[in-house]
C-alpha cells in the first residue's frame, strides 16, 4: 500500500483488531475504534477485525496474549494496544499519532 | 441426587491415593509414588539453572513417547527453535516429535515494551492459544515456562492473578495434567507467590555447591492428598536426561540367598566353610597401601565372570587400563571378561563430584548394566572430611546392593598402626565377610598375612594365613608357629628348611635302627639254627643208642633162650635164676 507520505505523521496504518467473539470488552474495543479511525486516521488505515474463536490459529502469529489488542503493524515497530481502547490519549499516543493530532487540526 | 453423586463422585476423586501421571523419570516416579497428581498443576520452583526446565521438558517427552499422552509446551522465554536446541543435549528431539503431532510448542512473546494498557483487558488469547494447541495433537500434558513472565509484560497485578487463577481452573476442568516451572523468591517459594494457585503439588530444586563441588537436590514441599518421600533426594541431568536417586527401603527386610560364591581364592573358600562368600553379602577386605586388596578384588571379578556372571568393577584410584596391566602380572587377565561383556570397569575420581552423586553413578550403573557382582576399590576414598555422610551413603549403597541380591566387595584403607579393625568411614557394622590384610615386619622383611576378622552366618577359620601374590594368582599358605610366634616369608622359610632336615635325619635313624635289628636278628637266627642242628645230632644220637640198647637186649633174650634150650630145660621166664 501507500508508504510514508512527505509530510512526517501522515502514514498509512495497517491495523489488525483481536478480539474473542462478542465480548463486551471487545465490542466496546471495536466502537471505541471506530470511532478513533474515522477521527483521525480517515482515508489512511485498513482494519481488520479477527475473531480468535473463529481462528484461533492466527493468535500465534501476532503473539496475542490479552483480549482485545489492537496490533498495529504498519508502519514499524509493531505497536499493541490491549483493552477496551477506552482511554484515548493512550490508544493516540500508542498508535503514535499525537503528532498528526497537532499537526492536523481534526 | 445428582449432588450426592457428584460428592461420592469427588470422594473417589481424592482417594487415599489419587490418581498419578507418571512422568517416567527414573527416581522421581518412587519419590511420589507414581508421579504427578493427574489432572492437576504441579509447581516446579527453584533456583536459576537447576533443572526447572529441562524436568518440565522430559515430563512432556516421555508422557508422548512413553505412555502415549501427547504434551502441549508453552513456553515464555525460550523460542521453539531455542528450546529444541537446549534439550537435544538430554538426547530429546522436539522436532521429531512436533513431527509425530506428539508435541505442540508454542512461544509466546511478552515485550513489555511493545505493549500499551488502555482500558480493561484479560488474557483470553492465552487460553484461546492453548486451547488450539491442546485440541490440535489432543494432548493430555501441558507446561508453562514460565508462567511468570506474564508478571513481566502486564501491569495489572489484580487482573493477572485473576486470569491466573482461571487458567488453573481452565486447566483442571479439562483434565490436563500440568506442570508450571517458577523462579525462587526471596523468603517466600516462588517469585510472584505461584504456589498460591498451585497448591497440589510443590516441588523444589535446588542446586548446591559445597566445597567446590556442586550438588543437585529435589524435595517434595507439597503433595496434596499423597505420601510422598518428604526428603532431599540427590539428581542428576546427563545425556539421558533426569535421574533422582531415592532412598532405597531403609527397612531391614531383605530376601536372602543361601547360595554361596567363590572368592576366587581356593585357600580363601576353605577358610570360608570351603565355600565362600554368601550370595547377595558385602564383603570387605582392608588393609594398608600396597597390601593386596584390589587383587583380591580382581580375583573376586575374575571369579564372578568365569561362573559367567555379570561383575562390575567401580574404581576411585586406578584407571581401567591400569588395573588391567596390573592385574594381569599376578596371573589375572580380566580382558576377556571386558570384551564378553561381563566385566564392567567404571573408573572416576571421588572429588569429581559430591557423594551423592557417586551413589546415583553407581545405581544408574547397576540399573543398566544389572551386574550379581559390584566391586568399589577403595570406599575409603569417598571420605571428604564429613564421615557421617559418607558412612550415610555407604548404607544406602549397600542396602540397594542387598535389596537386589548383588554380592558387594569393597575395598578400604587403613592407616597402618591404627587399629586395623577400625575403619575410617566405620562401617564395619554393615559388612558380612570381613577380611582383614596385615604385615607383619620379622627379621628384615615384611610379608602379608590375611584373616578373617567375621564372617556372619558361617563358621570362618579364625587362623592367620600367608598372603601371597604369585605369578599365578593370590596364595594363602599356612603360617608357621615356631615356638608360638607366627613366621612368615624368610623365616618361614627357613623353619621349614630346618623341619625338613630334622625330619630327614629322623628317617636316616630310624632307618639305621632298623638295620641294626635286622643284623641281630640275623645273628639269632643263625643261633637257633645251630642249637637246633645240635639238638638234632642229639636227638640222633640218642635214638642209635636206644636202638642199640633194643638190639641188645633182643639178642640177650635170644641167647638165654638158646642157652636154655641147650640145657633141655624149658625157661620159664626171663632173667629169672640160671
Known amino acids: ?21 462478542q465480548t463486551p470488552k471487545s465490542l466496546a474495543a471495536l ?35 490479552a483480549i482485545p489488542t489492537l496490533v498495529r503493524n504498519l508502519p514499524v515497530p509493531i505497536r499493541k494496544i490491549i483493552g477496551d481502547l477506552s482511554d484515548l490519549e493512550r490508544v493516540l499516543v500508542g498508535l503514535n499519532l499525537v503528532r498528526a493530532e497537532t499537526g492536523s487540526s481534526k | 441426587m445428582a449432588m450426592s453423586k457428584t460428592r461420592r463422585k469427588e470422594d473417589s476423586r481424592v482417594p487415599p491415593q489419587l490418581e498419578k501421571a507418571r512422568t517416567g523419570i527414573p527416581g522421581f516416579d518412587e519419590i511420589t509414588r507414581g508421579g504427578v497428581p493427574k489432572g492437576r498443576p504441579t509447581i516446579i520452583c527453584g533456583g536459576p539453572g537447576c533443572g526447572k526446565t529441562m524436568f518440565a521438558v522430559e515430563f512432556l517427552v516421555r508422557g508422548a513417547t512413553q505412555f502415549g499422552e501427547p504434551g502441549v509446551l508453552m513456553t515464555f522465554e525460550e523460542t521453539a527453535a531455542e528450546m529444541t536446541k537446549n534439550v537435544a543435549s538430554l538426547g530429546f528431539d522436539l522436532k521429531d516429535l512436533s513431527a509425530r503431532k506428539k508435541l505442540m510448542m508454542d512461544y509466546v512473546r511478552i515485550e513489555p515494551s511493545e505493549i500499551q494498557e488502555t482500558g480493561s483487558y484479560d488474557l483470553e488469547g492465552l487460553f484461546i492459544r492453548l486451547q488450539y494447541a491442546v485440541d490440535s495433537i489432543g494432548a493430555k500434558r501441558v507446561v508453562l515456562d514460565t508462567l511468570e513472565a506474564v508478571f513481566s509484560g502486564f501491569s495489572n497485578q489484580g487482573l493477572l492473578r485473576a486470569e491466573i487463577r482461571r487458567l488453573f481452573r481452565w486447566l483442571k476442568d479439562r483434565g490436563l495434567t500440568t506442570v508450571v516451572t517458577a523462579e525462587r523468591g526471596e523468603g517466600a517459594l516462588t517469585r510472584y507467590g505461584l504456589e498460591e494457585y498451585v497448591s497440589d503439588c510443590v516441588i523444589f530444586l535446588d542446586h548446591r555447591v559445597n566445597e567446590q563441588v556442586s550438588t543437585r537436590r529435589m524435595r517434595v514441599i507439597k503433595y496434596r492428598g499423597s505420601s510422598h518421600g518428604a526428603d532431599e533426594y540427590p539428581f542428576l541431568i546427563d545425556d539421558q536426561g533426569f535421574s533422582v536417586l531415592p532412598s532405597t527401603s531403609m527397612g531391614l527386610d531383605h530376601a536372602v540367598s543361601s547360595q554361596r560364591i567363590s572368592s576366587g581364592v581356593k585357600e580363601l573358600d576353605d577358610m570360608l566353610e570351603g565355600k565362600g562368600y554368601f550370595r547377595g553379602s558385602s564383603v570387605m577386605v582392608s588393609g594398608t597401601a600396597g597390601s593386596g586388596k584390589s587383587s583380591l578384588a580382581a580375583h573376586f571379578a575374575n571369579q564372578t565372570c568365569i561362573d559367567g556372571k555379570r561383575c562390575l568393577h567401580v574404581a576411585f584410584e586406578e584407571s581401567p587400563a591400569q588395573t588391567l596391566r596390573n592385574m594381569r602380572s599376578i596371573g589375572i587377565d580380566l580382558a576377556p571378561h571386558v570384551k564378553k561383556g561381563l566385566l564392567r570397569m567404571e573408573a572416576w575420581r571421588p572429588t569429581q563430584s559430591g557423594l551423592e552423586m557417586h551413589l546415583l553413578r553407581i545405581h544408574k550403573l547397576v540399573e543398566q548394566f544389572n551386574p550379581q557382582a559390584v566391586i568399589v576399590d577403595p570406599i575409603t576414598n569417598l571420605v571428604t572430611g564429613n564421615t557421617h555422610e559418607v558412612h550415610a551413603m555407604l548404607m544406602r549403597l549397600l542396602d540397594f546392593l542387598k535389596t537386589k541380591q548383588i554380592t558387594a566387595f569393597f575395598t578400604a584403607l587403613t592407616e597402618g598402626g591404627a587399629a586395623m579393625e577400625r575403619t575410617e568411614v566405620q562401617v564395619s557394622s554393615l559388612i558380612d565377610t570381613w577380611m582383614l590384610l596385615r604385615d607383619v615386619e620379622l627379621n628384615g622383611e615384611r610379608n602379608r598375612c590375611l584373616y578373617v576378622l567375621k564372617s556372619r552366618g558361617m563358621a570362618n577359620s579364625n587362623q592367620v594365613r600367608e598372603f601371597v601374590m604369585t605369578r599365578n594368582g593370590i596364595r594363602l599358605l599356612p603360617v608357621y608357629l615356631g615356638s608360638g610366634t607366627v613366621l612368615t616369608g624368610s623365616a618361614r622359610l627357613s623353619q621349614e628348611a630346618r623341619e625338613k632336615a630334622d625330619e630327614t635325619a629322623r628317617l636316616q635313624e630310624a632307618k639305621e635302627k632298623s638295620k641294626t635289628l635286622e643284623i641281630k636278628r640275623k645273628v639269632l637266627e643263625a643261633k637257633v639254627a645251630a642249637l637246633r642242628a645240635e639238638f638234632a645230632d642229639e636227638e640222633d644220637r640218642l635214638a642209635q643208642s636206644a636202638k642199640r640198647d633194643e638190639q641188645k637186649e633182643r639178642s640177650l633174650a635170644r641167647d638165654i633162650a638158646e642157652m636154655a634150650s641147650l640145657r633141655g630145660s624149658k625157661a620159664p621166664g626171663k632173667g629169672q635164676g640160671a
Open chain 1, 31 to 65: 466502537a471505541n475504534l471506530k470511532k478513533i479511525c474515522h477521527e483521525h486516521l480517515e482515508g489512511r488505515y485498513t482494519l481488520h477485525v479477527i475473531d480468535l474463536v473463529k481462528t484461533p490459529q492466527l493468535a500465534q502469529g501476532d503473539q496475542i496474549l
Open chain 1, 1 to 21: 500500500m501507500k508508504k510514508k507520505a512527505a509530510k512526517s505523521g501522515v502514514e498509512f496504518i495497517e491495523l489488525k483488531l483481536y478480539v474473542a467473539g
